[in-house]
């Protein structure tokens, strides 16, 4: 638990931002969000704080490709030295990029797995709490740990390795979804349930029960705010590494069938500006490890 003279700020006050600053109101901490087009506009709460989250939407677009517009706003209103951990989904490479460009500060990267609809439960109470740290960082990961909410899996490993970790899990999840999907049309033509055929499946517990649904609340296919963007950013990744990755591509292209023959529930957020500032880390990654 936070020691008494640990003062939170959180930018953006999202589903993410949102759900983070109702556990640590819960915890009777210190905590105040900024977020100006939400009408919190107390600037003077995240100059004072020591530990600030950042919650801000990190859009992608196949064919524009990842903006780090918010992220890099947010980041340059933070002034002093402080720990900042970024909880927007990013590249694996942009927690260390971001460390060599604001060198005032000690960068962390703590996913954030919740579902959007049980944002504030998800987040009191996740399967994983994993300390993704860079080199500056690596002292505070104990301190951060002990800031956020308990689970049964722990991990310190480096910024890069977490970032992997939450596009992988978001991607698995999506190709379960177009699985999903192609199942229940095989059993729709050959008059089975798919239903009962996915309760058989999902008692499983090496299966479970998640994204097993063809269609979900009338909708078919994935949607919302991430599984879209983070598929399509590690395809997009993938690519730029030489790396083919067929089934993750298959579910993109099963989910597009799927949403063109039912319109989904949310369109994914259209990145705000085109290439205008872009942290290329994964790139510079990418070519240092093939001169290696
Ligand atoms: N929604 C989810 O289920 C979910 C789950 C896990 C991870 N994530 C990731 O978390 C991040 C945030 O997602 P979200 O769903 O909470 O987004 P959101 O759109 O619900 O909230 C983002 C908030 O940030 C604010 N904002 C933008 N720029 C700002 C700035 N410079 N200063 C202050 N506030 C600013 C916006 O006004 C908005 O209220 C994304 O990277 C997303 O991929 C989302």
């Known amino acids: 638990m936070q020691d008494a003279g640990t003062r939170i ?20 901490a210190d905590v105040h969000a900024y977020d100006p087009p939400k009408g919190l506009r107390d600037r003077a709460a995240i100059d004072e704080a020591n530990v600030v989250f950042v919650c801000v939407p990190t859009p992608y677009d196949a064919v524009r490709g990842f903006d780090h517009s918010y992220l890099l706003d947010a980041m340059g209103s933070i002034t002093g030295c402080k720990l900042v951990v970024v909880k927007s989904t990013v590249l694996p490479g942009t927690t260390d990029e971001l460390q060599r460009r604001y060198p005032q500060h000690r960068l962390m990267f703590n996913p954030e797995f919740l579902r959007e609809a049980s944002a ?30 308990p689970a049964p899996f722990v991990r310190v490993c480096s910024a890069r390795q977490a970032e992997m970790a939450k596009y992988v899990a978001n991607s698995f999840l999506a190709i379960k979804v177009s699985f999903a999907n192609e199942v229940s049309d095989l059993c729709e033509r050959l008059g089975i349930d798919y239903a009962a055929t996915r309760d058989i499946v999902a008692a499983d517990h090496r ?16 949607g919302g705010k991430c599984l879209p963007k983070d598929s399509k950013a590690l395809l997009g990744l993938a690519e730029r590494a030489g790396v083919q990755m067929d089934v993750l591509a298959a579910a993109d292209a099963v989910n597009a069938r799927m949403i063109a023959a039912l319109p989904h529930i949310d369109a994914p957020r259209k990145p705000r500006i085109e290439h205008e500032i872009e942290i290329e880390t994964p790139d510079v990654l990418i070519e240092r490890q093939r001169a290696a």
């Open 207 to 222: 299966i479970g029960a998640s994204h097993f649904d063809a269609l979900a609340d009338g909708y078919r296919g994935y």
């Open 9 to 28: 700020g959180i930018i953006g006050d999202g589903v993410v931002g949102g759900a983070l600053r109702a556990w640590f109101e819960s915890q009777g």
């Open 120 to 149: 504030v439960d998800d987040m009191a109470h996740p399967d994983r709490q994993i300390a993704g740290v860079t080199v500056q960082s690596a002292r505070d990961a104990e301190a951060l740990l002990a800031l956020l909410p």
